[in-house]
RNA sequence: GGUGCCAUCGCCAAGUGGUAAGGCCGCAGCCUGCAAAGCUGCUAUCCCCAGUUCAAAUCUGGGUGGCACCUCCA
């Protein structure tokens, strides 16, 4: 297995810190609103990535947060005048069934920010107590960011405070303008946690160095997990500031290897919620079924940015309709769990970083050669089983194919829609039946004005939504 | 202004020193009552310039263009 640290900027051999095991955090969504295909993107890699982990034999421990203490979640809370959890309840509610629509799988561990906070103030005492946090006269702490003598040196940023554009309006008690929160003091009763520091919030950067010492870290290592992942933003300043906590906090460094995941952009420009360009996912799942979002969202590498349009989408549609033709045409037949050259194949692909395009051409082409052995004539009872192997193994690692054949080609469909084209396809099998070729050619053109395509097959004719 | 990433066929996209994967689209053919599906075949010398090398899309230098981060962000 080799993965690309973003850190070290090269791919480097994955060594776990402890044999056979990975322990794996991802920076998961704030909840104060619908997920977009960004969020969907970073969810997907690092689903792929723990499924890959997985498949090389390492027992995985995958934990990806919640952020459900946020000024956004407090501010829409406060406007729609509805408590903070009522919120953040539905969106979390929201995020799983989108996330199960794509295929992602839950991560073994789902820490959320209010429920991590004895690690948060653990860890704010442990700053304090070292030197490397202060407190201001109104009661906000600080990281000290000139106490860490190793600060930037993870997004490898120049230090140049004269230069610094500083846009955020921020204490004048702070002892260096890159010096972030570690606590927000809030004096009003809106929304506050209560502290051995007073009353307050927590500092975002905070959370995920907590919940990594609550959840995943190795005490005895010198790191305290093997795999950091998230978006590419994430890099500076959110991990930079989590690495420096957890350094001088604990005995460890965070993170082994870093791992951050391009954007999906829309015309060219970075798809956020601050920008207003947002596709949620929500939206694209009523048009496309989960499963071609998850490829669409797969199939550029994942550290490249992804320039989102339909066109785009309807080619992945594409190529995983091959793949579903195909399991059609096996339709019935078990599993197998054997091993194959081509599974051994599509592993050693995507154990490269992740390299989802070879895995991608090589599934093309195992379907181009199967579908051209079963053209031939005969049982082909080892292609079959060998087939069904090749599937399974597709299915499992990669998450693709994983539907009934038959719904799969019926999405959006209803019922009495169905219906109709049963009938109209029983009526053209009597013309054709009765070689009324002229009949049966004007129900077909009746058919596909249902945006449906027709196939005529050795088991039958069925359609496919187009 | 600082830092970093990227530039490969009409479109999407691998490959990072050894002579350009794959998908979509298009064209031709096989199959089919006709179709669809499936299969077969055909289609690029890698943004520009200079250099290193027996050999470069791949390394170095210089351009040009695009994007991101430096502020909440996946």
Redesign the pocket.
Same mark, same amino acid.
């Given at each position: 297995m080799y993965i690309y640290d973003s850190v070290q900027?090269t791919k480097r051999k994955f060594e776990p810190l402890v044999e056979g095991k990975v322990t794996l955090y991802?920076?998961?969504?704030?909840?104060?609103?619908d997920?977009? %295909?960004?969020?969907?993107?970073?969810?997907l890699v690092f689903d792929l990535l723990s499924r890959v982990l997985r498949a090389n034999g390492y027992e995985v421990t995958y934990a990806r947060n919640i952020?459900d203490i946020?000024?956004?979640i407090i501010k829409k809370a406060i406007k729609q005048k509805k408590d903070i959890k009522t919120i953040t309840d539905f969106y979390t509610a929201a995020f799983h069934k989108e996330m199960q629509a794509i295929g992602v799988k839950h991560p073994d561990i789902e820490p959320k920010a209010t429920e991590s906070l004895d690690a948060m103030y653990a860890l704010i005492t442990k700053l304090i107590e070292n030197g490397h946090a202060y407190q201001t006269s109104n009661g906000d702490i600080y990281f000290d960011t000139k106490s860490d003598s190793k600060y930037l040196t993870l997004?490898?940023?120049?230090q140049?405070e004269d230069?610094?554009?500083?846009?955020?309006e921020s204490s004048k008690e702070k002892r260096n303008?890159?010096d972030?929160a570690l606590w927000k003091s809030v004096k009003d009763d809106s929304v506050t946690f209560k502290s051995p520091f007073g009353k307050g919030r927590p500092g975002? +950067?905070l959370e995920c160095s907590a919940m990594i010492e609550k959840h995943l870290a190795y005490k005895d290592k010198p790191y305290a997990i093997d795999i950091h992942?998230?978006?590419?933003?994430?890099?500076?300043? +959110?991990h930079e500031n989590e690495a420096a906590q957890t350094r001088c906090a604990t005995k460890h460094k965070l993170a082994n290897y870093w791992m +951050?995941?391009?954007?999906?952009?829309i015309n060219?420009? *970075?798809?956020?919620?601050? %920008?207003g360009n947002?596709f949620f996912l929500k939206n694209a799942l009523r048009e496309y079924d989960g499963e071609v979002l998850r490829f669409y969202l797969l199939?550029?590498?994942?550290?490249?940015?992804?320039?989102f349009?339909t066109?785009?989408l309807?080619?992945?549609k594409?190529?995983l309709? *091959?793949l579903y033709?195909?399991k059609?045409?096996l339709f019935g037949l078990p599993y197998g769990e054997e091993k194959t050259a081509f599974g051994e194949k599509l592993l050693e692909?995507l154990s490269?970083?992740l390299?989802?395009?070879?895995a991608?051409?090589?599934?093309?082409?195992m379907?181009?050669?199967?579908?051209?052995r079963?053209?031939t004539p005969g049982k082909h009872k080892e292609v079959k089983k060998e087939t069904m192997a090749n599937l399974g193994f597709i299915e499992k690692v990669l998450g693709f194919g994983v539907k009934n054949p038959y719904e799969y080609f019926q999405f959006g469909v209803d019922d009495a829609t169905k219906a109709k084209l049963s009938k109209l396809i029983e009526a053209?099998n009597e013309?054709?039946k009765a070689?009324d070729?002229?009949r049966?050619?004007t129900l077909?053109e009746d058919i596909?004005s249902y945006g449906v395509?027709?196939?005529?097959?050795p088991h039958g004719?069925f359609w496919?939504k187009v």
């Amino acid at each position: 297995m080799y993965i690309y640290d973003s850190v070290q900027k090269t791919k480097r051999k994955f060594e776990p810190l402890v044999e056979g095991k990975v322990t794996l955090y991802v920076c998961g969504p704030t909840i104060y609103d619908d997920a977009h %295909l960004g969020h969907a993107k970073s969810a997907l890699v690092f689903d792929l990535l723990s499924r890959v982990l997985r498949a090389n034999g390492y027992e995985v421990t995958y934990a990806r947060n919640i952020t459900d203490i946020d000024d956004k979640i407090i501010k829409k809370a406060i406007k729609q005048k509805k408590d903070i959890k009522t919120i953040t309840d539905f969106y979390t509610a929201a995020f799983h069934k989108e996330m199960q629509a794509i295929g992602v799988k839950h991560p073994d561990i789902e820490p959320k920010a209010t429920e991590s906070l004895d690690a948060m103030y653990a860890l704010i005492t442990k700053l304090i107590e070292n030197g490397h946090a202060y407190q201001t006269s109104n009661g906000d702490i600080y990281f000290d960011t000139k106490s860490d003598s190793k600060y930037l040196t993870l997004s490898r940023r120049v230090q140049n405070e004269d230069e610094r554009q500083e846009r955020v309006e921020s204490s004048k008690e702070k002892r260096n303008p890159a010096d972030f929160a570690l606590w927000k003091s809030v004096k009003d009763d809106s929304v506050t946690f209560k502290s051995p520091f007073g009353k307050g919030r927590p500092g975002w +950067h905070l959370e995920c160095s907590a919940m990594i010492e609550k959840h995943l870290a190795y005490k005895d290592k010198p790191y305290a997990i093997d795999i950091h992942g998230g978006g590419a933003d994430l890099l500076f300043p +959110h991990h930079e500031n989590e690495a420096a906590q957890t350094r001088c906090a604990t005995k460890h460094k965070l993170a082994n290897y870093w791992m +951050h995941n391009g954007f999906v952009n829309i015309n060219g420009e *970075k798809m956020s919620k601050s %920008l207003g360009n947002s596709f949620f996912l929500k939206n694209a799942l009523r048009e496309y079924d989960g499963e071609v979002l998850r490829f669409y969202l797969l199939s550029s590498h994942y550290r490249s940015s992804l320039n989102f349009n339909t066109k785009d989408l309807e080619v992945s549609k594409k190529r995983l309709n *091959k793949l579903y033709r195909l399991k059609k045409r096996l339709f019935g037949l078990p599993y197998g769990e054997e091993k194959t050259a081509f599974g051994e194949k599509l592993l050693e692909a995507l154990s490269d970083d992740l390299n989802i395009s070879s895995a991608l051409s090589l599934i093309d082409a195992m379907i181009a050669e199967t579908n051209e052995r079963l053209d031939t004539p005969g049982k082909h009872k080892e292609v079959k089983k060998e087939t069904m192997a090749n599937l399974g193994f597709i299915e499992k690692v990669l998450g693709f194919g994983v539907k009934n054949p038959y719904e799969y080609f019926q999405f959006g469909v209803d019922d009495a829609t169905k219906a109709k084209l049963s009938k109209l396809i029983e009526a053209r099998n009597e013309a054709k039946k009765a070689k009324d070729f002229q009949r049966s050619d004007t129900l077909r053109e009746d058919i596909l004005s249902y945006g449906v395509e027709l196939m005529d097959t050795p088991h039958g004719s069925f359609w496919e939504k187009v």
